[in-house]
Structures are given as structure tokens and as C-alpha cells.
């Protein structure tokens, strides 16, 4: 019978001619990756008491989620990681300035390929879906056991396919489209599952944009999430990996538990919303009527990329961000800072208002750069919504797309950037 | 299979809703406390911080569907083992929440029923290999999912640093007898 991605690639994992799901497989790991959670794993791989990882070249670390320290605490758990990857011989780690948000840093430093297992402690690890890896989230003690090991256990997940076809209107982006499915499905849509999303509109995607979907796939409780091993993401591969790459894909025959499809052009009229507390709180930005802006953060693991800078850039030229409000960009790496400062972008960026921070997760978890104070709304290219989130448990996450909290940051409140046109006249840029 | 952490009993502490997420459980902005038994402190702060200041060695939670969603943070699950919770009953868990869960000797124990049926204080035991819950309060016995044989071997041995530590140690010694 054929087979899913996600049972392809842990069939071949696992040493398996066929898997399928609920089956329990224990699989090769191809990649670990950790944070500044290191630490964590750090202290429970040193309990288990064995001397040296099981293949330091396999492991990635990547500070993100306090960067620069901001507190003598974090700079002393920072300090604890860098001895042990010196101890270690861990040759890939990406600190302070040299790297960003792990899930961008780790396929634009050409660490991903197509067909590999990679877990990593973080939740946004199904990101690595859109290089056709099978990419999973796990905790800090489970990544010990693979330091220790090189292996982990997996329930084989049934398989959820999303094909999408259509054309998207103008303004209409992966955001709104994944916000859109994760509404429709729920917060536990697709609980354990993995996720295939297909059809030519996903094929006419950025690889940035695709990301975007397997990211917030997790969001509905997705294990890992796939978007096509295509031409695109070959372009993409080549100029950073070595080696082969795979253009692996399902069967023909693959045997999936749920199709949905969805017409970009029908079922997405206007830009979504998730609104407080939870990300399948979804609504249509119309649906909302009036609600204030008093933070606006464009960045994150889901939409910091250059084609999110480019976009806001281009709301933002020539207008400034709406006096109540605080615009707070966060550039996903150095190589996305780079580029958006030599394209001009952060310059449009600054000269409307914009703070600048630099390139991580920001104030997405809720400990620097842009803490909420009770009573505040923030509208938030991120990833999650939750109650305190972003910081006070009375303030309030709006999740939308790039353009949107850019058009959002000038109106001072949540705004289509169409309607900017005719209210704040903007003096055009070339782009 | 030995009984040992695979029988529980406890009284509930809270019944909670769906979608209990990680932040909920465990705000973002202690992140950086990497000492597990230090993260009780920060348990269901910004939410439910009477949970916390009540809650007794052994204490159930029972919860709705998906707990435990969003963030990979161990500390979410640590903070409940360490705070001393028994066990924790959900009509679902998010994956990672799980595994963390099991990983760190917490029983995580799926049942369709328990969280209509039991109210704050009745006093349960639970039997994670037959897959029964038993309200001794209520005098009802209601259905849970059995346990994963991997699960409960790791649950059993306390955890996978323990179990881990076992089968190192045992190679060591193995291999200290062949050479």
C-alpha cells in the first residue's frame, strides 16, 4: 500500500519497508536542535551520566529566545551552553549575532534536507516540513535521550491533506490562509496528525510563505506538517546544502484519514484574525469592527522573513505609525537584517516610526522587547495568543498577517491595508 | 507488570476547561529557571495562581481536551510533577505535553469521561494498566484509555532520565565484565 510523507520518511527512519499509523517505530534522528533550552537537556543528559553526545556534527544550537541576555540570569545559563558545546565539540552553534530565530537559521545555513528526521525543543519545529522533513517538537528530557542515543520513539501519525487551489486576492497571504484552516479545524484539529498541504496554490508559494503553513500547522496540534518537495524549494536548496537532495513525495495511493480543500480565491475574501485568547478564535478582519492598536510586532519564527519585511515596507513608505500606537520589527535572522537594510526597507521602517530590535523571537514569549502592559491590544504577525503571552494576562494578542499589523501600526487601530489608500495618502515608493 | 506509580490515588484539585495551554501552565517569561524543582513557584501564575497555593502532594487535575497545546516547555509538565501532583486526566493531551509528562514520571491518563464526571475533591484511583478510573466518592468507576507499554515502562522506572541511567549503567557494568 502506498505511503504518507510522514510514513515514508519513518518507514525508511526506522529501517521499515512499510509503517502505517499508531503504529510505535523507533527512528534514527538526523538533526537535534535546541535553544537556549540547551540548558535544560544540558542538566538532564549530565544526570544520565554518559560522556559524550551520541554525534556532536547532528546537533544544532541556536540562541533565539533571549538574545542579547537580558538578565544575569539568562547570561549564566548562556554561559553554561557555550562551555558544554565547547566540551562537546559542538561545532554548530549560532550565538549571539551570528545566527537568529532557530527555524529560519536552521534551513538558511543549509542544515535541512529533504527525507530527514529532525526533533527539536522547541514547538515550531514543524517548520522543517517545507524541506520535506519529517520535523517535530519534543521536550528537553526526551532530547537528553536523543543526545544520548541518536534515536527516539514515534507513534506513526494518520495523515491530513490539505489541497489548495485558487488564486489569492490581493493582500491575502499563507497567514491568512493557515489561520483561516486552523479556525475551520480548531485548536486540536489536527491533534497528533501530520499534515500535507498541496494543490497549485501551495505549488505557486515562496518557500518563505510555506513555511508559514507548517509552522502554525502546530497550532492545531499537528506532529509535523508538509508542504511539496517541488522545483522551488530545489532553487532554495541547492546554492546552501551538500549532496544529494530527494525530491521525495507520497504515494499515489497513500491512504490519508481527512482531505479539505480550500479556494484561496472563494474562502479567503479578507485578511483573518485569531483574537484573544486562542488561535482558533478566527474571524474574518471586517468581523471585528473598531479595536484599538496600542502594539504592533512584525517578526517571529512564522513571519519575519524578507518577503514580511518587504510587505510591511511597502504599507508603511511614507506614512508614519499612528501616534497611540508602537511598532516593534524583528528581522527573523541577520542574513533577512542585511538584506532588509540594504534594500531600504528598514530605512522606510525607522523613518515611519517603526523600533527596530534585533533578530530573534522578540516579545513573542513574553520576557523582553515589548512586554504588554493590562488593557493594552496588540496585533502581532506571531505565532500564539494566549492568555499573558506577550505579558500582563489582561492584555489582548491579535494574530494576523505582515500586511495587516503594518497597515494596523499607521491606522492605530486594525485596519485593511487597502483601505489605507484612500484614508492616509501615501507618497509611493519604488520597490 | 509491577503495580508502583501504575496505581493512583488522589483527591482532584481542579476541573479545568479545553485548550489549557503551556502559558497557562507555565508563563513564557520563567523560562529561563532550568532547576525543575524551583518551577512549582511559577505554576498556573498568571491564571489559576489558587490552584497552586492549594494543591497537596497527590492532588489530581482533571481537564478537558488538549492540554498541555502550544509551547514544547518541559517546564510546564516539571512544575506540576515537582508542585507534587499525582497524576493529571485529560479528555486529550497535546503530543509534547505528554511525552513530557511521562518523561518525567507524571502520569498522564486519557479518559472521555472524567472530565464531566468528577467535581473538585472527590477522590479517585486510578489504574493506568486496566484502564479504569474509579470515583470512590462518587461511588462510579469510569473509563480511561490503558496505557502504551513504552509508556509504562518509562513511568514505571520513574521517568526517563532513571530509565536511562539504568540501562547505561548496566551497559557499563556489562561491558566492565566481558573486557
Same mark, same amino acid.
Given at each position: ?431 | ?53 492549594? %494543591? !497537596?502532594?497527590?492532588? #489530581?487535575?482533571?481537564?478537558?481536551? @488538549?492540554?498541555?497545546? &502550544? $509551547?514544547?516547555?518541559?517546564? =510546564? ?46 477522590? %479517585? !484511583?486510578?489504574?493506568? #494498566?486496566?484502564?479504569?478510573?474509579? @470515583?470512590?466518592?462518587? &461511588? $462510579?468507576?469510569?473509563?480511561? =484509555? ?34
Amino acid at each position: 500500500m502506498g505511503m504518507t510523507l510522514a510514513e515514508k520518511i519513518l518507514s525508511r527512519a526506522s529501517g521499515q519497508e512499510q509503517v502505517s499509523p499508531d503504529q510505535i517505530v523507533m527512528a534514527r534522528v538526523d538533526l537535534a536542535l535546541s535553544h537556549e533550552n540547551a540548558d535544560l537537556v544540558r542538566k538532564s543528559f549530565l544526570e544520565i551520566g554518559v560522556k559524550r553526545v551520541w554525534d556532536p556534527s547532528k546537533i544544532v544550537i541556536i540562541f533565539d529566545h533571549r538574545v542579547p541576555a537580558e538578565s544575569e540570569k539568562t547570561a549564566t545559563t548562556h554561559q553554561a551552553v557555550r562551555q558544554f558545546i565547547s566540551a562537546q565539540e559542538i561545532g554548530n552553534f549560532y550565538d549571539v549575532g551570528r545566527g537568529g530565530i532557530c527555524h529560519q537559521v536552521l534551513p538558511e545555513q543549509g542544515h535541512v534536507k529533504p527525507g530527514m528526521v529532525i526533533v527539536g525543543t522547541d514547538s515550531h519545529t514543524t517548520t522543517h516540513g517545507a524541506f520535506g522533513a519529517f520535523a517535530t517538537g519534543i521536550g528537553a528530557t526526551e532530547m537528553a535521550g536523543v543526545w544520548t542515543e541518536g534515536s527516539l520513539w514515534f507513534k506513526v501519525p494518520s495523515t491530513l491533506r490539505v489541497e489548495v487551489e485558487g488564486e489569492f486576492r490581493p493582500w491575502i497571504s499563507a497567514k491568512d490562509l493557515i489561520l483561516y484552516v486552523i479556525g475551520q479545524l480548531g485548536a486540536a484539529g489536527a491533534d497528533y496528525q501530520a499534515v500535507e498541504f498541496d494543490g497549485p496554490a501551495i505549488r505557486r508559494m515562496s518557500v518563505a510563505s510555506r513555511m508559514v503553513l507548517t509552522n502554525l500547522a502546530m497550532e492545531m496540534g499537528a506532529k509535523v506538517a508538509f508542504t511539496p518537495v517541488d522545483e522551488v524549494l530545489m532553487e532554495y536548496l541547492r546554492p546552501r546544502t551538500s549532496g544529494k537532495l530527494e525530491k521525495i513525495a507520497p504515494d499515489h495511493d497513500a491512504h490519508y484519514e481527512r482531505v479539505m480543500t480550500v479556494d484561496a480565491g472563494e474562502d479567503l475574501w479578507e485578511p483573518q484574525v485569531a483574537c484573544p485568547h486562542s488561535v482558533d478564535k478566527v474571524k474574518p478582519l471586517s468581523a471585528l469592527g473598531d479595536v484599538p492598536v496600542h502594539q504592533a510586532v512584525l517578526g517571529s519564527c512564522t513571519n519575519g522573513r524578507l518577503e514580511d519585511l518587504e510587505i510591511a515596507a511597502r504599507v508603511l513608505a511614507g506614512r508614519t505609525v499612528h501616534p497611540r500606537t508602537r511598532l516593534i520589527i524583528i528581522p527573523a535572522s541577520q542574513q533577512i537584517y542585511l538584506a532588509a537594510m540594504r534594500l531600504g526597507y528598514l530605512e522606510t521602517m525607522v523613518t515611519a516610526g517603526a523600533m527596530i530590535a534585533p533578530p530573534g523571537c522578540g516579545p513573542c514569549v513574553g520576557v523582553h522587547q515589548g512586554i504588554l502592559a493590562a488593557g493594552e491590544n496588540c496585533v502581532s504577525s506571531t505565532n500564539r495568543n494566549f492568555h499573558g503571552r506577550m505579558g500582563s494576562k489582561d492584555s489582548f494578542v491579535y494574530l494576523a498577517s505582515p500586511a495587516v499589523v503594518a497597515a494596523s501600526a499607521v491606522a492605530g487601530k486594525l485596519a485593511h491595508p487597502a483601505a489605507l489608500t484612500e484614508e492616509f495618502e501615501p507618497c509611493l515608493m519604488e520597490f | 507488570m509491577p503495580d508502583g506509580i501504575l496505581k493512583i490515588r488522589g483527591r482532584v484539585r481542579a476541573v479545568l476547561g479545553d485548550n489549557i495551554d503551556t502559558d497557562i501552565i507555565y508563563p513564557g517569561r520563567y523560562l529561563n529557571v532550568t532547576d525543575r524543582e524551583k518551577t512549582p513557584e511559577h505554576l498556573f501564575e498568571l491564571t489559576y495562581p489558587e490552584i497552586r497555593a492549594q %494543591l !497537596e502532594p497527590g492532588d #489530581i487535575i482533571v481537564a478537558g481536551k @488538549n492540554f498541555g497545546c &502550544g $509551547s514544547s516547555r518541559e517546564q =510546564a509538565a516539571a512544575a506540576l510533577k515537582f508542585a507534587g501532583a499525582g497524576a493529571v486526566i485529560a479528555l486529550s493531551f497535546a503530543r509534547i505535553f505528554f511525552r513530557n509528562a511521562i518523561n518525567l514520571g507524571l502520569p498522564a491518563v486519557v479518559s472521555g469521561e472524567a472530565a464531566a464526571a468528577c467535581k473538585v475533591g472527590d477522590e %479517585l !484511583e486510578i489504574n493506568l #494498566i486496566e484502564g479504569e478510573i474509579r @470515583n470512590l466518592t462518587q &461511588g $462510579s468507576v469510569l473509563a480511561s =484509555a490503558r496505557l502504551d507499554p513504552r509508556a509504562a515502562e518509562l513511568l514505571n522506572a520513574g521517568g526517563l532520565i532513571a530509565y536511562l541511567k539504568q540501562k547505561y549503567s548496566k551497559q557499563e557494568a556489562d561491558s566492565c565484565v566481558t573486557v
